[in-house]
């Protein structure tokens, strides 16, 4: 007597999705690979192109000319090419090594131009260096034309931003016209689950798509349902990546990865120490035990003492440049209205020690006076006090402060060490008084004439988002991070738009 095996049909259904799964992640591999082989092809095409033009500009004209009827059968007759050849086989071998070891190869990547250029400028700093040494060991005995390998490291790094803009415009259009799509389940609707969604929105390039949270605790548009329903949702909307915000309850979180994963679905926890502490971390070992260290920002030791140096050679430097427009501008405000030219304020600078930071008159003599009478008025959210329209401010200082000219003097501070080039602006003690302790996080840098906020719309944020903006500076220092935000600032200024 047989016995008749009864099918789940949950299943056959389980069976089909995880098929449709499997088959779209090899249709997706199968185009990355192919576009991502295929534009570092074109990268290294474009550097050996530019190689080529700058040896038969350089050195070709020593040994005759290049034969067009047979151009590769003559550059191979050129008795200096194999060093030559030796030397850029070095350089790409290197120059390779780094880029990939940065993720600068990965297809699944956002592509920042400007930080990725100056990545690959180093790069080819590195690369040639190690490629000059490496030939001065060997002893080859020639020459190397300099201009040709100077020339050669500066086209590089055009081909590299060249390359990186089209691979730019290939990905835009792919996630505009969603030829491929990667569907991104977040578990947890909370803060780090929230700047997640944001990321992930805000990526042009990645192809992701935010689907959707899970949450047992909240509701809204963006919630699809609760834990327990993960697999469910898995199938519903075919995600292929989950990212776990969640507190780290062992179990819940294990029956969660049981269930989806015979889905071929990637899986990411981000664990509950950072939704508690948002600083950098390094990790140690004390007393035999290993541990996380909470560190408050990069900027210190090393890194400390280059901005610090940075910061007095440049205001120095910007001092005797602006000279002449602060000579100006202070004969302007005179002639405009009764009062000081140069104001001290008393300012919150790093760790809450006060300090005086000096402004150009922008306003009348009287203006803090009048400053509680015009309570009502304040267009700020937070313990910030601004208003657009403002009745305290002069002709001559209306525009000073469009162009953040009432600023120049502040280099003054920074020349003394009491305010830094870059970093959150020094608030006012009254304001302070109302931080929070979160917000409180602004000082643990030297303050800055200006910051990541002002060169994202000054004072057109509200206040919340000055501080995430600050915080984010802070924990993610970098000398690249502190000379993009110093760039962006001439344009922000000379438009003028957001000041007030």
Same mark, same amino acid.
Request: a positive charge; one cysteine or more; aromatic letters at 12%.
């Given at each position: ?10 299943? =056959? ?11 779209? =992640? ?9 576009? %991502? ?32 009827? @047979? ?11 194999? #060093? ?96 491929? %799509?990667? %569907? ?12 997640? =969604?944001?990321?992930? %929105? ?19 548009? @963006? ?7 993960? #697999? ?137 006076? !009048? ?14 006090? =601004? ?27 920074? !020349? ?85």
């Amino acid at each position: 007597m047989s016995t008749q095996v009864q099918i789940d049909p949950s299943m =056959k259904a389980k069976l089909r999705i995880a098929e449709d799964i499997v088959t779209y =992640k090899r249709k997706r591999y199968r185009i990355e690979m192919g576009l %991502n082989l295929s534009l570092i092809a074109l990268e290294y095409l474009l550097y050996l192109v530019c190689f080529l033009a700058l040896f038969q500009y350089r050195v070709l004209p020593q040994y005759g000319e290049l034969d067009w009827n @047979d151009p590769i059968g003559s550059l191979l007759q050129v008795p200096i090419l194999q #060093e030559y050849g030796l030397l850029l086989a070095v350089i790409f071998t290197v120059y390779t090594g780094i880029l990939y070891q940065r993720g600068l190869f990965r297809w699944n990547r956002d592509i920042k131009l400007v930080d990725d250029t100056i990545t690959s400028g180093k790069a080819v700093a590195v690369s040639f260096l190690i490629a000059l040494g490496f030939v001065f060991f060997l002893q080859t005995g020639i020459v190397y034309s300099r201009l040709l390998i100077l020339l050669l490291a500066f086209s590089m790094t055009g081909s590299f931003f060249v390359s990186r803009t089209l691979r730019l415009g290939v990905m835009m259009l792919l996630k505009k016209y969603k030829y491929y %799509n990667k %569907n991104i389940l977040v578990v947890g609707a909370g803060r780090i689950g929230e700047q997640i =969604k944001n990321r992930i %929105n805000a990526s042009l390039t990645n192809g992701s798509r935010f689907v959707g949270f899970l949450d047992d605790f909240k509701s809204g548009p @963006d919630i699809l349902g609760k834990i327990p329903q993960i #697999e469910q949702i898995v199938r519903q909307h075919q995600i292929h990546e989950i990212y776990i915000t969640i507190p780290s309850a062992k179990n819940a979180i294990n029956q969660m990865i049981a269930s989806v994963r015979k889905y071929d679905v990637e899986i990411k926890i981000i664990p509950e120490l950072f939704e508690l502490v948002t600083s950098s971390v390094s990790f140690d070992q004390v007393y035999d035990y290993p541990c996380i260290d909470i560190v408050r920002t990069p900027l210190r030791g090393l890194n400390w003492f280059m901005k610090r140096c940075a910061d007095f050679f440049l205001s120095a430097l910007g001092l005797l440049i602006v000279s002449p427009i602060m000579l100006a501008i202070a004969v302007w405000i005179k002639l405009d209205s009764p009062g000081p030219v140069i104001i001290k304020q008393k300012r919150i600078g790093k760790n809450g020690a006060p300090f005086h930071m000096f402004k150009f008159r922008s306003m009348v003599a009287d203006a803090e006076a !009048l400053k509680a009478s015009l309570a009502s008025l304040n267009e700020a959210q937070g313990p910030v006090f =601004k208003i657009k329209k403002d009745p305290r401010v002069t002709r001559v200082g209306r525009i000073i402060r469009k162009y953040s000219l009432d600023e120049l003097p502040q280099l003054f501070n920074v !020349l003394l060490g009491q305010m830094s080039l870059v970093g959150p602006r020094p608030p006012l003690p009254n304001e302070v008084e109302l931080y929070s302790d979160y917000q409180w996080r602004r000082f643990d840098v030297r303050p800055g004439i200006t910051g990541l906020w002002q060169v994202s719309g000054r004072s057109d944020l509200p206040f919340e988002e000055w501080v995430r903006l600050d915080i984010y500076y802070i924990e993610h220092w970098s000398l690249r991070l502190e000379f993009k935000i110093l760039l962006k600032t001439i344009p922000v200024v000379l438009k003028g738009e957001g000041a007030y």
